[in-house]
């Protein structure tokens, strides 16, 4: 589906009738795997989403929003800590900022290098809180993606421990963008084999082993390869004006 083909949510029952029909396709896929729909947890992406569209959603259902930007989720969460609503962040992040992340993020799905790890760490600590992370690896190899490259990922997981406020719950990757399915399998796939491997490795490393994959686009796709997770924003919301590589660095 084209960005152009997601309808805008614009009411209450716009909001639950998309999340009904997000939900629905999570059952099937779930189902068409052999896996049990209660396996994947659905995380509305709410980046780009004015504030009174947000608080429309959160009354038809949702309970987590995903942001992409540090600054933009935590303006979000200080407009409107009145909500009960848990903050993930789930795009990258530099270090200069991991103050905020720590202070606003239930949970942060990009974790990439060692020396983020370090600030979040610094600040969890000061902060007096811990904080539920997912690795991310660069499946496709492409340069515009974040995230690690899939053969440093056990030296990157060896090495986590020794940031005590850092609880690894398992592994995030982006789908090449690309309407090549066959594509778009192999790098869930590829994510999914890289944790099947690191629990055989040493499963302590890996914590619950969850998977982080999948967008409005191929979220089917990536259950179909195991995701826990999926991260489903223009499905939910609509279209956004920007496109996904204003999330992502220049190629």
Known sequence: MRNNEYSTSLTVQDFRDRLAGV?????????ASGRSPSEVRLIPVSKTVSEDRIRLAVEAGCTVLGEN??????????????????????????TNKARDAAAYAAE???LDSLRLAAALDRRLQGAGRSLDVFVQVNTSGEESKFG?????LPDFLEALPSFETLRVRGLMTLAALTPDRDRVRSCFALLRTLRDQARENNPDLIGPGELSMGMSGDYELAIEQGATSVRVGQAIF??????????????
């Open 23 to 31: 939900n629905g396709r999570i059952a099937a896929a779930a189902t």
């Open 69 to 94: 930007k540090v600054q933009e989720m935590t303006r979000k969460a200080q407009a409107m800590e009145d909500l009960d609503v848990s903050w993930l962040l789930i795009g990258h992040l530099q």
């Open 108 to 110: 942060f799905h990009a």
């Open 148 to 152: 690690l490259a899939p053969e440093d």
């Open 238 to 251: 609509g279209a956004r004006a920007v496109p996904d590589s204003h999330y992502w660095p220049p190629a």
